[in-house]
C-alpha cells in the first residue's frame, strides 16, 4: 500500500521527521513546561497543516493517509498546547486522543467484576509467605530454562496463526528495565521483560515458578506490538511502527487494542501447540481470572485518575461522591484517600488501553467471518478515528 500523490509523500516524510521532534518536545515537557519548545512544535504543525488542506488527493487510500495526518497534528496540537497552558479543556483533549470513553469506563465500574476479583484473592492467598524474589540467582537458574520454552511456544503460535513471518524471532532481556515495566522495542527487535512478571515461591523446599503473567505479556508484546511492527513496515512512514510514531497519540489505541487483544491466545497455545512448560491447574486458574478483571481494574483506576484530575482544577468537586453516584458502592468511597495511579499527563496516554481494548475487539467481532481481518488491522498504526475506514478499504480493494 502505497501513497500515490506526490505532494502527500513528501509530507508524510516530513512529518516522520516532525515526529521525532514532537518525542523530544514530550520528554521536555516531563522537566519543565518550555515556551520557545512549545512556539518551534506549533510552527511546525501549522506548516505541515497548511499544506495537507491544499492537497486534493483522489485516490481513496491518499484520503485515508491525510485524514490520519491531519488528526494526529490536531491532537499533538492540543496536547501541546494544553499542557503549556494556552488551552483548558482537559476532557476535550482526552476525548481527541482517544475517542469517547468516559461512559464505558463508568459502565465498566458500576459493573466491576467483584466475583473474578474476590476469587483471585482467595487463590494468591495459597502464596502468602511463600513469595520470593525473581532476581534471587536460584530463581534466575530456573528462569534460564524456562524463558526459551517459552519464547518457542509464542513463537510457534504466532507463525501458525500467519501473524509472525517463518524466519521471525527476537532478542529478550530479563534485565531490571528502564520503565519498571516490559516493553517492545521495535528499532532494536528486542523484549525487555520485567522478571518480577514471574510469580516465583517455594513449596516444599523447592523453587516453583508460576510464568502465565510473563507468557502474557509476550504475547502482548511479541503477537501484538511485533507482529504489527512486521505488518507495518512497508506502510507510509506515519504508519509504521517505530520510535518516530512511538509517542503519536492518536495511534495508541490502534497499538495497544491490537495487544490487549492477543493476551486471551495463551489459552489456544497452551493446548493446540506442543510445548515444555510446566504449569498447574491453579497457574491456569490465576491467569483466567486475572483476564477477566482486567477491563474492571483498568477502567476503575483510569477512573479515578480522572476523577483526581479533575478535582485538581475545580476543589469544590468531591471524588467520594462522584465515586459512590458510578458504584452505589459505599466501601469504594474509601479510595478517596489513596493517590491515583496516573498522573493528569500520564492518564491521557494511559486511556488508550481502554478505547484501544473496545475499538479493536469491535472491529474483529463485526469481521468475524473474514479470512483478511488480522492481515488488515496489523498492516499500519492508524489513528483510531481512521482505523474503521481503513478496515472497510482493505475489505473491498485489497
Ligand atoms: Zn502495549
Known amino acids: 500500500m502505497k501513497i500515490k500523490h506526490a505532494d502527500l509523500k513528501k509530507i508524510d516524510n516530513l512529518y516522520h521527521e516532525f515526529n521525532n521532534l514532537y518525542n523530544v518536545f514530550l ?39 491525510a485524514e490520519h495526518l491531519m488528526h494526529s497534528l490536531n491532537a499533538q496540537e492540543y ?13 476535550k483533549l482526552i476525548d481527541d486522543v482517544n475517542g469517547k470513553w468516559l461512559k464505558y469506563a463508568k459502565q465498566n465500574v458500576k459493573n466491576y467484576d467483584y466475583k473474578s476479583s474476590w476469587h483471585m484473592m482467595k487463590l494468591n492467598a495459597d502464596f502468602y509467605g511463600k513469595l520470593i524474589h525473581a532476581d534471587d540467582p536460584k530463581v534466575q537458574k530456573v528462569l534460564e530454562k524456562l524463558v526459551p520454552h517459552i519464547k518457542k511456544l509464542v513463537l510457534d503460535y504466532g507463525k501458525k496463526l500467519g501473524i509472525l513471518p517463518s524466519k ?31 510469580w516465583c515461591f517455594i513449596e516444599k523446599g523447592s523453587i516453583h515458578v508460576n510464568c502465565m503473567c510473563a507468557m502474557r505479556t509476550m504475547f502482548h508484546e511479541i503477537l501484538g506490538h511485533a ?12 504508519l509504521q511502527f517505530d520510535n518516530s510514531t512511538s509517542y503519536m497519540l492518536v495511534n495508541r489505541p490502534h497499538k495497544e487494542g491490537i495487544a490487549l487483544n492477543q493476551h486471551p491466545l495463551i489459552f489456544d497455545a497452551l493446548t493446540s501447540i506442543k510445548h515444555k512448560i510446566i ?35 475545580n476543589p469544590k468537586f468531591k471524588v467520594k461522591d462522584e465515586l459512590y453516584k458510578t458504584t452505589k458502592n459505599p466501601g469504594i468511597a474509601r479510595y478517596y484517600k489513596e493517590k491515583p495511579s496516573y498522573h493528569d499527563v500520564s492518564l491521557i496516554r494511559e486511556i488508550a488501553y481502554l478505547t484501544g481494548l473496545r475499538l479493536v475487539s469491535n472491529i474483529k467481532q463485526k469481521y468475524h467471518k473474514s479470512k483478511k481481518i488480522n492481515q ?10 481512521v482505523l474503521p475506514k481503513f478496515i472497510r478499504y482493505f475489505h473491498t480493494e485489497i
Open 227 to 238: 507482529a504489527h511492527k512486521v505488518h507495518s513496515a512497508k506502510m507510509p512512514k506515519s
Open 376 to 385: 488488515a488491522l496489523l498492516s499500519g498504526c492508524w489513528s483510531w478515528k
Open 168 to 198: 521471525f524471532n527476537f532478542d529478550i532481556s530479563l534485565m531490571p528495565t528502564h520503565r519498571q515495566r516490559s516493553y517492545y522495542l521495535p528499532e532494536i527487535n528486542r523484549l525487555e521483560l520485567d522478571s518480577n512478571e514471574f
Open 27 to 65: 520528554d521536555q515537557l516531563n522537566r519543565i513546561s518550555n515556551p520557545v519548545a512549545l512556539e518551534e512544535i506549533l510552527t511546525h504543525i501549522t506548516e505541515l497543516r497548511k499544506r495537507l488542506k491544499k492537497l486534493r488527493p483522489t485516490e481513496f487510500f491518499d484520503k485515508l493517509v
Open 79 to 91: 496536547y501541546a498546547k494544553y499542557f503549556t497552558g494556552t488551552v483548558k479543556n482537559y476532557d
Open 279 to 313: 504449569f498447574t491447574k491453579q497457574d491456569l486458574k490465576r491467569i483466567e481470572l486475572d483476564e477477566a478483571v482486567t477491563i474492571s481494574n483498568i477502567s476503575f483506576q483510569l477512573y479515578f485518575s480522572y476523577l483526581k484530575a479533575k478535582e485538581k482544577f
